[in-house]
């Protein structure tokens, strides 16, 4: 592996710096804000980590409330038995199987296929849970007591966005981060320079489900009373689709910018309009799809390019005119 | 013997809702995410007509289906042209229009919940037994699938026998084409996504006078919906109709069997066949 670029060491420092300086938020507050730091730090991660799978294919996967919901059963049914990060890595890796279970199935179709398959994957498997716990005669409701309070899981948070980008930054070095953007860019091409396309996009769905499936069972101590229309909500696999695309899926870091003014909207209108929630943002979705179709950070690219435009035609008339 | 029989008169609304979907999806080209959404909508509608006015829900059609067809086709002419005429690609448009429509799915979900509220409904039509080979079924399930067989033939005689209908199917098989031999293809394409909304509403009155609805079961009728139509192949409307009355008694086998908490299982058991076996569904042509 070649050294680092005097530009990715400068992002790199910067960005340990930023994960560092949230991590020490629980000091100075230990209310409202850092409830509010630790869902975006939540959907950070969740939409980071749909956009390594989604960003690349252009498939657009609504199966992250599934993922998520295995993530949180996993601990609220092993949290009497065994310790919490075991349960953690359990729920990481039952999310990673059906996630490649899914791909297996879908993913040498076309995206439809996918799209549909994911849409009703959180309420399959909510269904199946249910059904498995009332046959083996188990209450449907879940205790999960610890002593992990919001700190904790903000830095437990932390640790899986440096996960999560350092991830994301080497598959997009690797040969198959290479081969996603070609497959992206055109899939038959791909296919006739001898990519495997369907393995490349099954690999890269599993790694994005496995992590969505740890931030899961990480953050199941906050729910205490886990059933299982609570865990498997797939309101959670909409909100990560919408604030990934509101921030942009071309960059690592684009879901960052969709994330933070989103939450912080969607936690104003739920508080105040609790009635208007799936109004908002249903409207919120469509004005991104006519306005932003590439997200801030498109947006921001198209602006600079077009500076640059004007500037290039203000030098040429610069010229033309003696 | 009842499981089949309860199967097929479920089946045969799910039909209706399938239609509808596959003319949006099979020639408008239109993955419309929504559709679920209209047909709690024309429920609500059904209710109305009842409880207010007294109109039977199957003559209700004749009010619900208008209404949506004009409903569909303003969201189709206002919303969903601009984007593909905006596409650079069939892939683009499709990404586009589903979000479009999720939005619109999240949207008149949220109405209507602000304007009927989250509770069950239901109301008393037909509310009587008739025997078939031996066993009581609800009159109100024979008279909806009576109803959809019904408009399911209207609509046939329409697409394979008159030449709006011919010119329709040339859109689905190729749009390109279908100009060569001067079919106006957006005209067709608006009409077409307006006659599945309208198919669709059709269906949830018809769905009304027999099941317990609510605001939010939209999505779960629509990704049934969708499954029949891949099932059946994408624009094929027999192929809808036979994966629809398949799926409705997979549904019904599953619930009276094993558990009616596992209904979403047996579809995606379909699903899961159909993607391993004949991913381009029963009547579908292999694409290259």
């Known amino acids: 592996m070649r050294l680092l670029s005097a530009s990715e060491t400068r992002i790199g420092v910067i960005g340990a710096l930023g994960l560092a300086s949230v991590a020490m938020l629980p000091l100075l507050d230990q209310g ?15 939409c980071t980590a749909w956009a390594l799978f989604s960003g690349p294919t252009h498939y657009i996967s609504l199966a992250t409330a599934a993922f ?41 179709l076309s995206g439809v296929y996918f799209v549909i398959f994911t849409l009703g994957l959180a309420e399959l498997i909510r269904q199946v849970v249910t059904w498995l716990q009332s046959e083996m005669g188990s209450s449907l409701g879940l205790y999960v007591l610890t002593d992990l309070r919001e700190q904790h899981l903000l830095w437990m948070l932390t640790g899986m966005a440096a996960l999560v980008y350092v991830a994301g930054w080497l598959i997009n070095r690797s040969r198959l981060g290479f081969a996603m953007r070609i497959i992206g860019n055109d899939e038959t091409v791909a296919r006739h ?8 996009k099954v690999v890269l769905f599993i790694i994005s489900g496995t992590i969505i499936g740890a931030v899961g069972a990480i953050l199941a101590p906050r729910y205490s009373y886990i059933t299982p229309t609570g865990a498997f909500n797939s309101m959670i696999s909409f909100q990560v689709v919408i604030m990934a695309l509101l921030g942009g899926v071309h960059r690592l870091w684009g879901p960052l910018l969709g994330v933070i003014p989103f939450t912080i909207l969607f936690d104003q209108v739920s508080s105040r309009f609790p009635n208007h929630t799936s109004l908002v943002v249903g409207l919120a979705f469509i004005a991104i799809v006519y306005l932003l179709p590439r997200g801030v950070l498109g947006f921001f690219a198209d602006l600079a390019s077009l500076r640059r435009r004007f500037r290039i035609v203000l030098v040429e008339d610069g010229k033309a005119v003696p | 013997m009842s499981i089949i029989i309860t199967g097929l008169l479920l089946g045969g609304t799910y039909a209706l809702i399938a239609v509808g979907l596959t003319l949006q999806y099979g020639v ?59 596409a650079k690609s069939r892939g683009q448009l499709e990404v586009d229009s589903i979000l479009v429509t999720f939005g619109l799915m999240f949207a008149f979900q949220g109405l209507m919940l602000l304007v009927f509220g989250g509770r069950d409904q239901t109301y008393h039509f037909l509310d009587m037994a008739v025997p078939i ?26 697409l394979y026998r008159t030449r709006y209908g011919t010119a329709i199917r040339a859109v689905a098989v190729d749009p390109v084409s279908a100009r060569l031999v001067a079919v106006d293809v957006p005209r067709a394409s608006a009409f077409a996504f307006a006659l599945g909304g309208a198919l669709t509403a059709a269906a949830g009155a018809l769905l009304s006078s027999y099941y317990t609805f609510n605001a939010a079961m939209g999505v779960t009728f629509t990704m ?22 398949l799926l409705g008694l997979a549904e019904t086998a599953v619930a009276s069997l094993i558990d009616p908490g596992l209904t979403i299982a047996a579809t995606y058991a379909l699903f899961v066949l159909v993607l391993l076996i004949r991913p381009q569904g029963i009547f579908g042509r292999r694409v290259s």
Do not use: H
């Open chain 1, 32 to 46: 409202y804000t850092l409830t509010l730091t630790v869902n975006i730090m939540l959907y950070v991660v969740l």
């Open chain 1, 68 to 108: 998520y919901g295995l993530g949180t059963y996993a601990v609220a049914l092993g949290i009497d038995i065994l310790p919490f990060p075991l349960l953690v890595l359990i729920g990481a890796l039952v999310a990673g199987v059906v996630a490649g279970l899914v791909g297996v199935a879908t993913l040498r």
């Open chain 1, 193 to 200: 320079v001898g990519i495997d396309t369907a393995l490349a």
């Open chain 2, 28 to 86: 408008a080209r239109i993955m419309n995410l929504a559709n679920g959404e209209n047909l709690v909508f024309a429920c609500f509608m059904a209710l109305w007509l009842f409880s207010t006015f007294g109109i039977n829900p199957v003559f209700g059609i004749v009010l619900i289906a208008p209404a949506s067809f004009v409903l569909s086709w303003a969201i189709y002419r206002f919303g969903l042209k601009p984007l593909v005429n905006r």
């Open chain 2, 133 to 158: 080979l031996g066993q009581n079924y609800g009159l109100n399930r024979v008279v909806a699938f009576v109803a959809a067989a019904l408009i399911a033939g209207l609509l046939y005689m329409f």
């Open chain 2, 224 to 245: 049934k919906a969708l499954i029949i139509v891949i099932m059946g192949g994408v624009g094929d409307i027999r192929g809808a109709i036979i994966a629809a009355l």
